[in-house]
Nanobody, 116 residues
Framework: QVQLVESGGGLVQAGGSLRLSCAAS????????VYWYRQAPGKQREFVAR???????NYADSVKGRFTISRDNAKNTVYLQMNSLKPEDTAVYYC??????????WGQGTQVTVSS
């Protein structure tokens, strides 16, 4: 599997927006589902959103209606547009590819901090 690298995190006030990027080092194999997860301090990593090769998307209930996942195949990049951010969205956000029933290696993630 190709390596996926997250970027775009930062500090934002509640109600603000950020767009995270998940860039692949090469072509993402067909049938790879790309996931976004997040992990807040002291908590387990949790599912945020995913997108299939056919652009079918799924979201955690906590972000539904506020976050949008999309992909640009020409740029080998998956995005996570995050609107109406809340302090509880503060976490390290990770992307990963799921292919042949296996996740690739987890990267460093990108920190998102939402101030109240």
């Amino acid at each position: 599997q190709v390596q996926l690298v997250e970027s775009g995190g930062g500090l934002v006030q509640a109600g603000g927006s950020l767009r995270l990027s998940c860039a692949a080092s090469g072509n993402i194999a067909s049938n790879t589902i790309v996931y976004w997860y997040r992990q807040a301090p002291g908590k387990q990593r949790e599912f945020v959103a995913r997108i299939t090769a056919g652009d079918i998307t799924n979201y955690a209930d906590s972000v539904k209606g506020r976050f949008t996942i999309s992909r640009d195949n020409a740029k080998n990049t998956v995005y996570l547009q995050m609107n109406s951010l809340k302090p509880e969205d503060t976490a390290v956000y990770y992307c990963n590819g799921y292919f042949k029933s296996t996740f690739g290696p987890w990267g460093q993630g990108t920190q998102v901090t939402v101030s109240s």
